[in-house]
């Protein structure tokens, strides 16, 4: 069983709103877990985190307000709610098992789902 693995992406029209789900097949320490994305073309980027013990969010600014990540108790699984979509959304989005909220690193990577949007 893979530790990281994410699901939920597809092909949308702008404007649209995508749900991707990850499961983390064993334990993670860090205080965060978190989402993160790559452009074709582009450097993977930070796109949301949450605290492990105290639910606390975090989010890059091209995110905020249309993009919300919540969790399970048990930390298991992972969801990022994408409303409004827009093209420059599109990328492969990658689950991190640990994420550093403030150094906007990660580490655990699951292989990724893609999101493509189209205006």
């Known amino acids: 069983q893979a530790q990281v693995q994410e699901s939920g992406g597809g092909s949308v029209q702008a404007g649209d709103s995508l749900r991707l789900s990850c499961e983390l097949g064993?334990?993670?320490?860090?205080?965060?877990m978190g989402w993160f994305r790559q452009a074709p073309g582009k450097e993977r980027e930070f796109v949301a985190g949450?605290?492990?013990?105290?639910?606390?969010?975090y989010y890059s600014d091209s995110v905020k307000g249309r993009f919300t990540i919540s969790k399970d108790n048990a930390n298991i699984v992972m969801w990022l709610q994408m409303n409004d979509l827009k093209p420059e959304d599109t990328a492969i989005y990658y689950c991190?098992?640990?994420?550093?909220?403030?150094?906007?690193?990660?580490?655990?990577w699951g292989r990724g789902t893609q999101v493509t949007v189209s205006s």
């Open positions: 991190a098992g640990e994420a550093n909220v403030h150094t906007k690193e990660g580490d655990f």
């Open positions: 949450i605290g492990r013990r105290d639910g606390k969010t």
């Open positions: 064993r334990t993670f320490y860090s205080y965060a």
